[in-house]
T-cell receptor, first 112, second 116 residues
Framework: GNSVTQMEGPVTLSEEAFLTINCTYT??????LFWYVQYPGEGLQLLLK?????DKGSNKGFEATYRKETTSFHLEKGSVQVSDSAVYFC???????????FGKGTTLSVSS | DTEVTQTPKHLVMGMTNKKSLKCEQH?????MYWYKQKAKKPPELMFV???????INESVPSRFSPECPNSSLLNLHLHALQPEDSALYLC???????????????FGSGTRLTVV
């Protein structure tokens, strides 16, 4: 079946530190991959996406590259800010899928 | 309009009450979804509507009753809920299943439901 595995959190960083949140997936065919972010008390916002191998999604300084050979879609940011504190969800939709499949989420806490 | 609007934002209801959650989108999406999210957990799919017809029910108890009156609206009718049903209920929409992979889903900000 289809599944997404994220690194366990929480991740605690100081402002301006480098961020990596690991994500790997299992899926048949060629899934589309996503990172969603959820700020405290809010719904989910699409952060970035990639729809085929070697695509790089980017938004607000965050990046993730679709690596089919390692079935990974790791989220990175060069310099985090306090305002980046949130829960980050890696997710996929497979080629014939009808719903978004989420990882368990990683809580990021950034302090000044 | 690139938003999904959910009302109300907060709802407190007793176990004998009947209430409804509402969701609206004007992006022309023909797939709409209800998700349930407990604290510190990922969203769990409840229902999928495609072309206003229920296509997926993830074994949700009958005290939750979805309705899709038209292509822009999605309701979730609640009756005789239990305290463990307290959660954030998220609505989402996308292009048709199988085509949603290109753009992803657009989520509303959710209704935070408390059952007392």
């Amino acid at each position: 079946g289809n599944s997404v595995t994220q690194m366990e959190g929480p991740v605690t960083l100081s402002e301006e530190a480098f961020l990596t949140i690991n994500c790997t997936y299992t899926a048949t065919g060629y899934p589309s991959l996503f990172w969603y972010v959820q700020y405290p008390g809010e719904g989910l916002q699409l952060l970035l996406k990639a729809t085929k191998a070697d695509d790089k999604g980017s938004n607000k300084g965050f990046e993730a590259t679709y690596r089919k050979e390692t079935t990974s879609f790791h989220l990175e940011k060069g310099s985090v800010q306090v305002s980046d504190s949130a829960v980050y969800f890696c997710a996929l939709i497979n080629q014939a899928g009808t719903a978004l499949i989420f990882g368990k989420g990683t809580t990021l806490s950034v302090s000044s | 309009d690139t938003e999904v609007t959910q009302t109300p934002k907060h709802l407190v209801m007793g176990m004998t009450n009947k209430k409804s959650l509402k969701c609206e989108q004007h992006m022309g999406h023909r797939a709409m979804y209800w998700y349930k999210q407990k604290a510190k957990k990922p969203p769990e799919l409840m229902f999928v509507y495609s072309y206003e017809k229920l296509s997926i029910n993830e074994s949700v108890p009958s005290r939750f009753s979805p309705e899709c009156p038209n292509s822009s609206l999605l309701n979730l009718h609640l009756h005789a809920l239990q305290p463990e049903d307290s959660a954030l209920y998220l609505c989402a929409s996308s292009q048709l299943p199988g085509q949603g992979g290109q753009a992803g889903y657009t989520f509303g900000s959710g209704t935070r439901l408390t059952v007392v």
